[in-house]
């Protein structure tokens, strides 16, 4: 298995993983994560996402991410940022029908 592995060897997604664990360590109600999909391959994101969706049971997330098909599946409120500005902040069936975000991420012009 993984356990007796040395951190370095893991791949990109298990090193992810490590790092949310070693954060879950300490006990924290809120995660921080900055594009935890990134590099991932469709097995890897699979595996975090489900893990994402088990911890938001108990733990406040907030996640940065661009891979909004990602995002959908997990999130239970977006917020959408262009350029550093909000030009959306809904539930997850609202941002999808967005005109501007639709636009903006979702490669759509209505």
């Known amino acids: 298995g993984e356990a007796g592995r040395i951190a370095a060897t893991l791949s ?34 699979g595996r975090m996402l489900a893990l994402l969706a088990s911890l938001k049971t108990t733990h406040a997330i907030l996640l940065v991410e661009h891979d909004m098909d990602a995002v959908f ?20 069936d609202r941002i999808r029908a967005d005109p501007a975000v639709q636009v903006a991420y979702l490669g759509e012009s209505h």
């Not at 997990?74 to 030009?87: S, Y």
């Open 12 to 45: 990109h997604g298990a090193k992810r993983q490590l790092e949310i664990a070693m954060c879950l360590a300490t006990a924290p109600r809120v995660l921080l994560l900055d594009e935890p999909l990134a590099g991932m391959g469709a097995e890897e994101t």
């Open 73 to 92: 599946k997990v999130a239970d409120r977006i917020t959408v940022m262009v350029n550093g500005q909000v030009i959306a902040s809904d539930v997850p």
